[in-house]
């Protein structure tokens, strides 16, 4: 009989790839499935960034890499920080990592005693909680309403924390919800975190390039620039460069965390493909042009899709000014009855039901921590967008 770890017995796998795979699924056999359940971006990684890829593999670019992130990688990072968010940050205050998850992975993997708690502001990117879960820790899910934007409250983190509290994360733009932190947003989270020194700050920028409301993106370490101690800033090449597949991470953070994080990578993956940090190096010093572009593509998406959601009486959406996700409540769906004779009574079930009966694939809300809605990721060309919404019409029409 398999022992498996306590820790690990407490994680879940990840809803997004159930409801793509359930999707894939259907589409095996034959079915024309809309797929709004993966939040990856649907563009090829433009061609400069591939280029940059094949000459480091001709090089001969091909040996093991260090642990830390090539020279040339990290200098990139240095210069995209000092540009882009205001931040100095010292060569050995620098790493990379296999996606940005991993470097999350490798926080709380080095920092974090048994039933020490991690503050997660939700709806959230689901592994936070189970990252924190299976390295040993709790997870402190606080409620983000959405007639407060899905913004977390400074009162309410004060009430989280406690003396086991080690982290809190922020996600900005936020993964599902699209939302966004403005300055003065962040300066009255980091007064509260000011005021508890054993607490630190996370935060997941990975969706910092895909913005679309007049708030300038700032993040937490640079609008609170006297908590600089305790911040770890993450982020990637991953949504905004269309880079998922060649997993590239980076981070900037205090050299003692650091140095503790790269002792948890040296034992789980060591450095990561010499090839892809040649790429980043060329995503984050080459032309942004092909960004800024994809950014008004995805906001013309986005309105599209709040505009067909708009017109479903059954359905409520906050407006997104980040990332590429729709949130809208499904609540004026709960307690009726399909088309197709299934009654609803959880997000999970709207989620299901949508697949199996208009063939729509979408995550439900409790994933992220909050439930009674789910998640759509427009990702996707404008004619996909418009018939999958076609399709959500035709469904809550349905209802009875």
């Known amino acids: 009989m398999l022992h498996v770890n306590p820790n690990i017995s407490r994680v879940s796998v990840s809803p997004a790839s159930t409801m793509t795979a359930k999707a894939r699924e259907l589409a095996e056999r034959g079915v024309k499935v809309v797929s709004l359940s993966t939040g990856e971006p649907d563009f090829d990684t433009p061609k400069h960034i591939v280029d940059a890829a094949v000459r480091a593999a001709r090089s001969g670019d091909t040996h093991y890499p260090p642990l830390d992130g090539t020279r040339a990688l990290k200098e990139a990072i240095r210069r995209k920080f000092a540009r882009e968010n205001r931040l ?18 490798n926080a709380l993997m080095a920092t974090l005693a048994p039933d020490d708690e991690v503050i997660v502001p939700v709806p ?70 000011l005021r508890h020194p054993h607490v630190w700050v996370m935060t ?9 409301s007049d708030v300038p993106f700032c993040t937490i370490a640079e609008a609170v620039p006297w908590l600089r101690d305790r911040v770890l800033t993450i982020n990637g090449c991953s949504k905004g460069y269309a880079m998922t597949g060649w997993r590239v991470g980076y981070c900037g953070g205090p050299r ?43 906001r013309q998406r986005r309105d ?37 004779g299934h009654r609803l009574q959880t997000d999970a079930d709207v989620s299901l039901s949508l697949l199996a009966e208009q063939h729509v694939s979408t995550v439900h809300g409790s994933a992220f921590g909050m439930s009674g809605y789910i998640r759509l990721s427009y990702a996707t060309d404008m004619e996909s967008l418009t018939i999958a919404c076609e399709r959500i019409q035709k469904f809550c029409a349905g209802l009875h």
């Open 124 to 193: 959230c990117y689901a592994s936070y909680a189970d990252m924190t879960r299976s390295v040993g820790g709790n997870p402190v899910l606080v409620s983000c309403a959405q007639n407060n934007g899905f913004r977390l409250r400074p009162k309410d983190l004060e009430a989280a924390i406690t003396p086991r509290t080690r982290w809190l994360i922020i996600n900005m733009p936020n993964n599902p919800t699209g939302t966004v932190y403005s300055r003065a947003d962040l300066e009255a989270i980091g007064d509260v975190v």
């Open 204 to 212: 997941d920028d990975i969706y910092e390039h895909l913005m679309y």
């Open 304 to 340: 599209l899709v709040l505009a067909m959601l708009a017109k479903v009486p059954e359905l409520s959406c906050h407006r997104p000014d980040g990332a590429f996700y729709a949130f809208p409540s499904v609540a004026g769906c709960l307690g009726k009855t399909t088309a197709g």
């Open 88 to 105: 100095d940050f010292a060569a050995n205050e620098i790493m990379v990592g296999n996606g940005a998850k991993q470097l999350i992975f």
């Open 256 to 298: 003692p965390l650091i140095e503790q994080m790269l002792k948890v990578q040296g034992q789980v993956s060591s450095g990561i493909c010499t090839i892809s940090q040649a790429a980043a190096v060329a995503a984050l010093d080459g032309p942004q042009d092909t960004v800024v572009r994809w950014r008004e593509i995805y």
